[in-house]
């Protein structure tokens, strides 16, 4: 990751305010930047324990679908006498693999929620006027209330050298690395939901579906959503272009391909 070069001035700023403006302006711009940090270094947690709970629920139902589907095979000792007793332990399985989807798409939505807010972090971090400065009593809030405020008091420095613009930079460049694997375990949770020993299974998933409703809205916030192809932006390498070829999703993979979903997943988890 890059590290932004500190800015004495933006290019985009306003014209520098009096120094007794400043001097006021300075004290609250990092407040804000410190409370904004701070919310970005929480959800960062929330996305490390959804991320590891997203884990724990595909390898619970990753084990469920494959004893559903070795079930007429498996050795049963004793109880291979009980009446029905496949058809009931690979119901239970069925039921129990429903369960494992709806909560591993919970964790997926969770760890997308906790991108929105850092986003949102991201573009908190000026300290604007509020009302007039020649009011008696000077305040600044995160609204802008003049077109001419950028928020940044001309670009002058918020810590030692760095400007709200330097922050505002490496922040992006941080939220870029959580776009990337969000994006991609967006496609191996799309995989493993879809995955049935059902012919005829409800959780069949296009990459051009919503996997919760007002994920879109949510991956729009995050720019991963494409309008001009009306679906997610497809998983990419960091400044390169996101082909991802058309390929036939297989919803009844043997036990290597599963394995190597949730090892994949185990990866870019670390």
């Known amino acids: 990751m890059e590290t932004p070069e500190p800015k004495s001035q933006s290019s985009s700023s306003s014209p520098v ?13 990092q407040r804000n930047l410190r409370n904004q940090w701070s919310k970005m270094a929480s959800y960062r947690q929330q996305w490390l324990y959804s991320s590891s709970s997203a884990r724990t629920h595909a390898t619970s139902l990753v084990n469920a679908y494959l004893s559903q589907k070795y079930m007429p095979l498996m050795e049963l000792g004793a109880l291979k006498d009980m009446p029905d007793i ?3 332990a690979s119901l ?3 039921k129990q ?3 494992y989807r709806s909560k591993l798409l919970s964790s997926y939505k969770e760890m997308v929620d906790a991108v929105v807010h850092m986003v949102n972090a991201s ?5 604007f006027l509020k009302g007039s400065s020649g009011n008696s009593i000077v305040q600044f ?3 802008c209330e003049d077109v001419n405020d950028t928020g940044d008091c001309g ?3 918020v810590f030692v050298f760095w400007s709200i613009s330097s922050f505002e930079k490496l922040a992006q460049e941080l939220i870029q690395m959580f776009k990337l694997e969000l994006s991609l375990k967006r496609l191996l949770v799309l995989e493993l939901v879809s995955i049935s020993c059902e012919v005829l299974q409800a959780n069949q998933f296009c990459w051009s579906d919503e996997l919760y409703p007002g994920e879109f809205g949510d991956l729009k916030v995050c720019n991963l959503y494409s309008e001009e192809t009306s679906e997610p932006v497809h998983p990419r390498l960091k400044d390169c272009k996101s082909d991802m070829p058309t390929f036939q999703r297989n919803h009844q993979p043997d036990h290597e391909v599963l394995q190597v979903l949730i090892h ?3 990866y870019i988890q670390k």
């Open 92 to 94: 239970k399985l069925s």
């Open 17 to 29: 305010p009096p120094s007794s403006l400043a001097r006021l302006w300075r004290p609250a711009a």
């Open 155 to 157: 670009g002058v420095a």
């Open 264 to 266: 994949y997943y185990s």
């Open 86 to 88: 496949r058809k009931k």
């Open 141 to 143: 809030g995160s609204t």
């Open 97 to 99: 693999q429903e369960l």
């Open 123 to 127: 573009k908190s971090m000026r300290c």
